[in-house]
């Protein structure tokens, strides 16, 4: 077997940590799925240019997904932790850095890391 690259694992773990949050919004529908493809693909060949980049692609994937969803279908992910007020979507912090949070702009809170919604009560929970 061939050993998986560093790249391809980083590539793999973003996918799979989006996917997970798209699935707590409920928004785990198969063009959303392609959008999170067409995600990874672009980053994969941004981040073969820029190994160093390897640890910044799920918050950058995350970013490009949410970027892609405002123009098909709407804000995401909501804010789970504002319970009044206008609806509003989180935000990825650091945009460019390792660790990933989804954050809440107006509440200044960190709400979950990215892969990580489903727990913060922006979904249905598995039991
Ligand atoms: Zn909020």
Wanted: proline share 9%; aromatic share 6%.
């Amino acid at each position: 077997m061939d050993p998986i690259s560093p790249l391809e694992q980083a590539l793999h773990a973003a996918r799979a940590l989006v996917l997970a949050d798209l699935v707590a919004g409920q928004v785990a529908e198969p063009d959303v799925v392609s959008l999170v493809e067409e995600s990874v693909a672009q980053r994969r060949w941004w981040v073969e240019q820029w190994p160093e980049g390897a640890e910044f692609v799920a918050g950058l994937v995350a970013q490009d997904v949410q970027d892609a969803l405002l123009e098909r279908y709407g804000r995401w992910p909501l804010c789970p932790v504002c319970g009044s007020g206008d609806p509003h979507a989180l935000d990825v912090e650091p945009e460019l850095g390792p660790d990933p949070h989804w954050v809440c702009g107006k509440a200044g809170v960190k709400v979950a890391a990215v892969g990580s919604l489903g727990t913060a009560g922006a979904g249905p929970r598995p039991s």
